[in-house]
């Protein structure tokens, strides 16, 4: 099952703008990580937050985590039309067997030349 | 390697049919992740290894699901006697056992079962 709901599932914006998109999640997380799929490939690592941050920078990347309301999200300033890619929010658990990240159910961008 | 390699690429199998698909990881990696991937969801856990050892297997489907890493390190998948229902995008992603590191995937074998 899916841990995170991403939101909004679709989103479509102009080369140039700022996208931001939201991942909501219902257990206690160790680190919460983004990653991008383009079509018909496997997923990229983007960046990871731990649990007691609550911003992380990296490039044109911005993710915020409050773990209190278990939510995250990433925004991605100044898009480029090669943004255009699926972004899945994963929740990580450390620890013993449960070394594993759930996965939410994707925010498909789309960024208009 | 330099990165996570998975083969086939493609497979298309007939239903009934057993398959196996390979996941060789970066070399040294500890942690060996399974996920399946249907269109147009997130990737769906399957199971886990550290090295050898199989220590999480609670994605699996069902018991026609089997994966092995009898080295600790190329893992293969093994569906026995597929259905419709299994096809999808077979993602591998192998990461060290450090905290603060996310995983890298392959490209995924896409199984279609006709």
């Known amino acids: 099952s899916q841990q995170g709901e991403e939101d909004p599932q679709a989103l479509s914006i102009q080369e140039g703008e700022n996208a931001t998109m939201n991942c909501s999640y219902k257990?206690?997380?160790?680190?919460l990580q983004w990653y991008r799929q383009n079509s018909g490939r496997g997923l990229v690592h983007l960046i990871l937050?731990?649990?007691?941050?609550r911003e992380k920078h990296s490039g044109r990347l911005r993710v915020t985590l409050d773990t209190s309301k278990k939510s995250s999200s990433l925004l991605i300033t100044a898009s480029r039309a090669a943004d255009t890619a699926s972004y899945f929010c994963?929740?990580?658990?450390?620890?013993?067997?449960?070394?594993?990240?759930?996965f939410g159910t994707g925010t498909l961008l789309a960024v208009q030349p | 390697g330099a990165g996570v390699s998975q083969s086939p690429r493609y497979k298309v199998a007939k239903r009934g049919q057993d398959v196996a698909l390979r996941c060789d990881p970066i070399?040294?990696?500890?942690?060996l992740f399974w996920y399946q991937q249907a269109l147009g969801q997130g990737p769906e856990f399957l199971t886990y290894?550290?090295?050898?050892?199989?220590?999480?297997k609670s994605g699996l489907p069902s018991d026609r699901f089997f994966a092995e890493r009898p080295e600790g390190s190329v893992s293969t998948l093994k569906i026995q006697r597929t259905q419709q229902e299994d096809s999808a995008v077979y993602l591998c992603?192998?990461?060290?056992?450090?905290?603060?590191?996310?995983?890298?995937f392959g490209s995924g074998t896409r199984l279609t079962v006709v």
């Open positions: 992603a192998s990461s060290p056992m450090r905290e603060g590191y996310g995983y890298t």
């Open positions: 257990t206690s997380i160790n680190n």
């Open positions: 937050i731990r649990s007691n941050e």
């Open positions: 994963a929740t990580g658990l450390y620890g013993g067997a449960t070394n594993k990240l759930i």
């Open positions: 070399s040294g990696h500890v942690s």
């Open positions: 290894f550290q090295n050898e050892a199989q220590l999480d």
